[in-house]
C-alpha cells in the first residue's frame, strides 16, 4: 500500500501563516477531503507536496508520482483535443495511446469533439477534457482540485466512477472540494488545514 507521511507541516507567507503543524499519514485505503472554506490553504498543500513552494517540516513519499488537476486551466489557443492529449500523455501509452482517448471520449460522451479546438468548446467539456488527461497521468498521488465544477450530474457520476477505480489500483487521492456531500464513497476522510 503506498504511503505519505507528513510531520510538523507548516507554511507561511511573510506573517501570514496558512498551514500549521500539520501531522498526518495518506494512503490508498482512503480518499481524502480538503473542504475548508477559500483562502484556508488548500492550494498551498498542494503545492507542498508537489515540492512548489518551500515549507518547515517532512513529506515522505519515497518519490512517489503525482499529477495535479487544477480548479482552471488556461488551454493552449488552437490546438485540438487528441493534440492536446499528445503533448501530455503519448509517452507513458505508446501505440496504444489514441485506442485509450477515444475510450474515455466515449465514456464521457465527447469523442465527436476529438479534432475540434479546445478554446472552442464549453466549460464542462474542457472540464472533461482536464479529467481525462488527469486520470491517464501514470501517476501515484492524485491532487484535484474542484473536480466536479462545470460537470453534469452524469458527468459527475461518470467521474466518481473512476476515482473509486483508481483507488482500487492502489492511488492515493486528495480532492479539495466545496461539494464534499455529493461524494458517495463510504472511505472519505477529511484533512482539516485549520
Not at 74 to 101: A, H, T
Not at 144 to 151: K, N, Q, R, T, V
Request: hydrophobic share 40%.
Amino acid at each position: 500500500m503506498k504511503q505519505i507521511l507528513i510531520k510538523d507541516l507548516s507554511k507561511r507567507y511573510g506573517a501570514n501563516i496558512v498551514i500549521k503543524n500539520i501531522r498526518t499519514e495518506l494512503n490508498s485505503k482512503y480518499i481524502y477531503f480538503l473542504i475548508s472554506e477559500n483562502g484556508s490553504g488548500k492550494t498551498t498543500f498542494f503545492k507542498c507536496l508537489l515540492r512548489e513552494t518551500k515549507y518547515h517540516g517532512y513529506i515522505v513519499d519515497n518519490d512517489m508520482k503525482y499529477v495535479f488537476m487544477p480548479e482552471k486551466v488556461r488551454f493552449p489557443y488552437v490546438l485540438s483535443i487528441l493534440d492536446y492529449f499528445k503533448m501530455f500523455l503519448e509517452n507513458d501509452y505508446d501505440k496504444d495511446f489514441e485506442k485509450v482517448v477515444d475510450e474515455y471520449l466515449h465514456y464521457f460522451g465527447i469523442h465527436k469533439y476529438k479534432y475540434q479546438y479546445i478554446n472552442r468548446l464549453s466549460k464542462g467539456t474542457k472540464q472533461k477534457i482536464l479529467i481525462i488527461k488527469t486520470i491517464l497521468s501514470n501517476a501515484d498521488v492524485y491532487l484535484l482540485d474542484e473536480p466536479l465544477a462545470g460537470l453534469d450530474k452524469t458527468s459527475r457520476l461518470l467521474f466518481m466512477s473512476l476515482i473509486k477505480l483508481l483507488q482500487e489500483k492502489d492511488k492515493i487521492i486528495i480532492i479539495a472540494s466545496h461539494y464534499y456531500d455529493e461524494y458517495p464513497f463510504n472511505n472519505k476522510k477529511v484533512i482539516d488545514l485549520k
